[in-house]
């Protein structure tokens, strides 16, 4: 590692080059009548001549943002024109996407040049000239390394190693400056492997020398990271996936993938945040080396289980070919890179939500559970008919340098344009809903009456029944069939809810198991729950137990969360698992965690990630962030600096369970 280089980057001391443009482009671009597209490939060129080149002392990867702020193309009048005849998701910039990064490396960007429409080839034009300003600098630096791969990437392809890494990074760099965000890394040992195979046949690197120059690589990510979008510092994207069956069922798993385990570990950096796919086959020790990233806190890598992913995505139509090649978006949704145009976070519904208005609604005039729980079934059916309902003439700002990079028409969509649709407080949809079960139709020991009446008052008024509900009641993650047999049941009404419907880009839609930011933002849509949650208490993030709940084990989640058909929502959203800190004294205790997943795994589980934490620690990050900047902290799908989240971000990890094994 070059430590004073990585010191120089944690420290922010590159934050020194940085400036803000004063552009008012919307006004400019509308006065002037300009299209879309004809603003999207202005403001690139405009970027682009803007930036001034930065080559730090000892960097082996170049390009550095210098301009800290992207102004928008479009006024907010015509933001508001836009949305009253279109739906715009998010920001309207299109994102999580995965390109054909591989292509144009082993080609380069002059032969893409040719088949490019004309502002692709504006953007190849803009992304070259500003190349060449940082071959200029390094010729007047004297560095002899980056002139030779300057003169060869990105015009033409990359001949190894390092040049393919360099040629990535300008690729990657230049999806942001072009507007696009949450733009995924995809299968970086399968497309990046054959550069460094040769090269270590060559005798150009040893693994040892590889690595460090991948350290370096996995340091540009940290770079501009701060200055990308994201609901908080950390969500940006930047999602790497190793591992994993090729198109002729060869393991992808490599040299590559290992170092990438180790760059990341030695580096101790929210970016890239790696994924990992296994199955079965998956043997213990690659759990085993996986497991200290896991050790070091970094909340990373994201197990992805290949068993169930690839048959579930072809069941909803993937051709076997893009399936097996899947990789993730941001966060955890599955996509597929090159081809698919997916929007795999377009919506949420709340599970919780159903329960309370069947609650409110229902309750006093089922006589069964049975009739209950029809009745929640039927408002996630509603839930789900809104969403789609208000999802209509999808419109995304054109990207003509992500066009570039597809093997598809992106304007107009992909082979695939399947809407994923986020399933939020599953636990504590259970939870309420094994409550009501015993109470209310077995035990009969709480009228409907009261029990409405306390939940309103946040139990305010009557704390045994509090304390029953929260301590003493069945609750998810306990291997208990009473309530996770309703939890495979939700997933399925959820399942059913999105079945057989077709979207406004032909699509389908697709049920998932994540929350995203939803697990605070759903909650603050309701009172009290039936299963003792208070008002104001968040969810249990993406597909976890609730927060509260008395759990027997990480072994006994595992076997709670491994039930539902998840070949039935694969939009993707993992268990969540928290460690304590001082679990992981020895080598023994990192085998042991690896193991937990391999349970997991082997069990049929989709999709998992786990987090280290120590609660005493955070408390006093809170109170003396100065002293915690390096602390990592996983959130949802993606890792952060606990320090510069918002508390209410903080307080959410801090209430998590910590496991022990």
């Given at each position: 590692?070059?430590?004073?280089?990585?010191?120089?980057?944690?420290?922010?001391?590159?934050h020194q080059?940085?400036?803000?443009?004063?552009?008012?482009?919307?006004?400019?671009?509308?006065?002037?009548?300009?299209?879309?597209i004809?603003?999207?490939?202005?403001?690139?060129?405009?970027?682009?001549?803007?930036?001034?080149?930065?080559?730090?002392d000892?960097?082996?990867i170049?390009?550095?943002?210098?301009?800290?702020?992207?102004?928008?193309?479009?006024?907010?009048?015509?933001?508001?024109?836009?949305?009253?005849?279109h739906?715009?998701?998010?920001?309207?910039?299109?994102?999580?996407l995965?390109?054909?990064?591989?292509?144009?490396?082993?080609?380069?960007?002059?032969?893409?040049?040719?088949?490019?429409?004309e502002?692709?080839k504006?953007?190849?034009?803009?992304?070259?000239?500003l190349?060449d300003?940082?071959?200029?600098?390094?010729?007047?630096?004297?560095?002899?390394?980056?002139?030779?791969?300057?003169?060869?990437?990105?015009?033409y392809?990359?001949?190894?190693?390092?040049?393919?890494?360099?040629?990535?990074?300008?690729?990657?760099?230049?999806?942001w400056l072009?507007?696009?965000?949450?733009?995924?890394?995809?299968?970086f040992?399968?497309?990046?492997?054959?550069?460094?195979?040769?090269?270590?046949?060559?005798?150009v690197?040893t693994?040892?020398?590889?690595?460090e120059?991948?350290?370096?690589?996995?340091?540009?990510?940290?770079k501009?990271?701060?200055?990308?979008?994201?609901?908080?510092?950390?969500d940006?994207?930047?999602?790497?996936?190793?591992?994993?069956?090729?198109?002729?069922?060869?393991?992808?798993f490599?040299?590559?993938?290992e170092?990438c385990?180790?760059?990341?570990?030695?580096?101790?950096?929210?970016?890239?945040?790696?994924?990992?796919r296994?199955?079965?086959?998956?043997?213990?020790e690659?759990?085993?080396l996986a497991s200290?990233?896991?050790?070091a806190?970094l909340?990373?890598p994201?197990?992805?289980?290949?068993?169930?992913?690839?048959?579930?995505?072809?069941?909803?139509?993937?051709?076997?070919?893009?399936?097996?090649?899947?990789?993730?978006?941001?966060?955890?949704?599955?996509?597929?890179?090159?081809?698919?145009?997916?929007?795999?976070n377009?919506?949420?519904?709340?599970?919780?939500k159903?329960?309370?208005?069947?609650?409110?609604?229902?309750?006093?005039?089922?006589?069964?559970?049975?009739?209950?729980?029809s009745a929640?079934k039927g408002?996630?059916?509603?839930?789900?008919?809104?969403?789609r309902?208000?999802?209509r003439?999808?419109?995304?700002?054109?990207?003509?340098?992500?066009?570039v990079l597809?093997?598809?028409?992106?304007y107009?969509?992909?082979?695939?344009?399947?809407?994923?649709?986020?399933g939020?407080?599953?636990?504590?949809?259970?939870?309420?809903?094994a409550?009501?079960?015993?109470?209310?139709y077995?035990?009969?020991?709480?009228?409907?009456?009261?029990?409405i009446?306390a939940?309103?008052?946040?139990?305010?008024?009557?704390?045994?029944?509090?304390?029953?509900?929260?301590y003493?009641?069945?609750?998810?993650g306990?291997?208990?069939?009473?309530?996770?047999?309703?939890?495979?049941?939700l997933?399925?009404a959820f399942?059913d809810?999105?079945?057989?419907?077709?979207?406004?880009?032909g699509g389908?839609y697709?049920?998932?198991?994540?929350?995203?930011?939803?697990?605070?933002?759903?909650?603050n849509e309701?009172?009290?729950?039936?299963?003792?949650?208070?008002?104001?208490?968040p969810?249990?993030?993406n597909f976890?137990?609730?927060l509260?709940?008395?759990?027997?084990s990480?072994?006994?989640?595992?076997?709670?969360?491994?039930?539902?058909h998840?070949?039935?929502?694969?939009?993707?959203?993992?268990?969540?698992?928290?460690?304590?800190?001082?679990?992981?004294?020895?080598?023994?205790?990192?085998?042991?965690?690896?193991?937990?997943?391999?349970?997991?795994?082997?069990?049929?589980?989709?999709?998992?990630?786990?987090n280290?934490?120590?609660?005493e620690?955070?408390?006093?990050?809170?109170k003396?962030p100065?002293?915690y900047?390096?602390?990592?902290?996983?959130?949802?799908?993606?890792?952060?600096?606990?320090v510069e989240l918002?508390?209410?971000?903080?307080?959410?990890?801090?209430?998590?369970?910590?496991y022990?094994?």
């Amino acid at each position: 590692m070059n430590k004073q280089l990585y010191d120089f980057i944690v420290n922010k001391k590159h934050h020194q080059f940085r400036h803000t443009v004063d552009w008012d482009l919307g006004r400019e671009y509308s006065e002037k009548k300009m299209s879309p597209i004809e603003r999207m490939s202005d403001r690139f060129e405009r970027m682009c001549r803007e930036e001034t080149p930065v080559i730090l002392d000892g960097e082996q990867i170049v390009f550095l943002r210098t301009v800290s702020n992207l102004p928008d193309c479009f006024t907010e009048d015509e933001w508001s024109a836009i949305k009253s005849k279109h739906y715009v998701h998010e920001l309207g910039y299109m994102s999580n996407l995965s390109p054909n990064y591989y292509d144009t490396i082993s080609v380069g960007l002059l032969e893409k040049k040719e088949t490019a429409d004309e502002y692709g080839k504006r953007a190849i034009d803009n992304i070259i000239k500003l190349s060449d300003k940082y071959l200029n600098e390094a010729k007047k630096q004297g560095r002899s390394d980056i002139v030779e791969i300057l003169s060869q990437v990105p015009r033409y392809k990359a001949r190894n190693f390092r040049e393919a890494l360099q040629f990535f990074r300008i690729l990657h760099y230049a999806l942001w400056l072009e507007g696009n965000y949450h733009n995924t890394v995809g299968r970086f040992d399968k497309y990046i492997y054959p550069y460094l195979k040769a090269d270590l046949e060559k005798g150009v690197y040893t693994p040892e020398s590889a690595l460090e120059l991948l350290e370096d690589f996995f340091l540009s990510f940290n770079k501009d990271s701060d200055i990308y979008v994201g609901v908080q510092q950390g969500d940006n994207g930047q999602s790497m996936m190793l591992g994993g069956l090729d198109e002729n069922g060869n393991e992808v798993f490599n040299l590559l993938s290992e170092l990438c385990l180790k760059a990341s570990y030695n580096n101790k950096l929210i970016d890239p945040k790696i994924n990992l796919r296994v199955s079965k086959k998956t043997p213990k020790e690659r759990y085993t080396l996986a497991s200290h990233l896991t050790k070091a806190g970094l909340g990373f890598p994201q197990y992805s289980n290949d068993d169930v992913v690839l048959p579930a995505l072809q069941k909803l139509g993937y051709e076997y070919n893009d399936a097996v090649n899947y990789t993730v978006a941001a966060c955890w949704e599955f996509i597929i890179p090159n081809v698919g145009a997916d929007v795999a976070n377009i919506a949420a519904m709340s599970y919780p939500k159903a329960v309370d208005t069947a609650f409110h609604r229902d309750l006093i005039d089922c006589e069964t559970f049975d009739d209950f729980f029809s009745a929640v079934k039927g408002e996630i059916k509603s839930s789900c008919d809104a969403i789609r309902n208000n999802i209509r003439d999808l419109w995304f700002v054109p990207s003509p340098f992500m066009n570039v990079l597809m093997d598809c028409d992106i304007y107009n969509g992909g082979k695939y344009n399947n809407f994923g649709i986020h399933g939020t407080g599953i636990a504590t949809a259970a939870d309420s809903l094994a409550a009501i079960k015993r109470y209310v139709y077995e035990e009969k020991s709480i009228s409907k009456q009261a029990y409405i009446k306390a939940v309103d008052e946040d139990f305010a008024n009557d704390p045994e029944l509090l304390h029953k509900l929260r301590y003493e009641t069945q609750k998810v993650g306990n291997n208990d069939d009473y309530v996770d047999s309703l939890v495979v049941e939700l997933l399925d009404a959820f399942a059913d809810s999105l079945e057989g419907y077709t979207n406004c880009r032909g699509g389908k839609y697709r049920a998932g198991t994540g929350s995203a930011m939803y697990y605070l933002w759903h909650a603050n849509e309701i009172g009290a729950s039936p299963d003792g949650r208070r008002k104001g208490e968040p969810f249990g993030t993406n597909f976890s137990v609730s927060l509260y709940a008395d759990v027997k084990s990480p072994i006994s989640v595992v076997a709670s969360m491994s039930k539902p058909h998840f070949e039935r929502a694969i939009n993707g959203g993992p268990l969540t698992l928290e460690f304590h800190q001082s679990l992981f004294t020895d080598e023994d205790s990192v085998e042991k965690v690896g193991m937990v997943v391999k349970t997991f795994i082997d069990n049929g589980g989709h999709q998992l990630q786990l987090n280290t934490v120590n609660r005493e620690v955070m408390l006093d990050a809170q109170k003396h962030p100065e002293k915690y900047k390096q602390l990592v902290v996983r959130i949802w799908g993606w890792s952060a600096y606990f320090v510069e989240l918002d508390k209410e971000y903080q307080d959410h990890v801090i209430a998590r369970q910590e496991y022990a094994v």
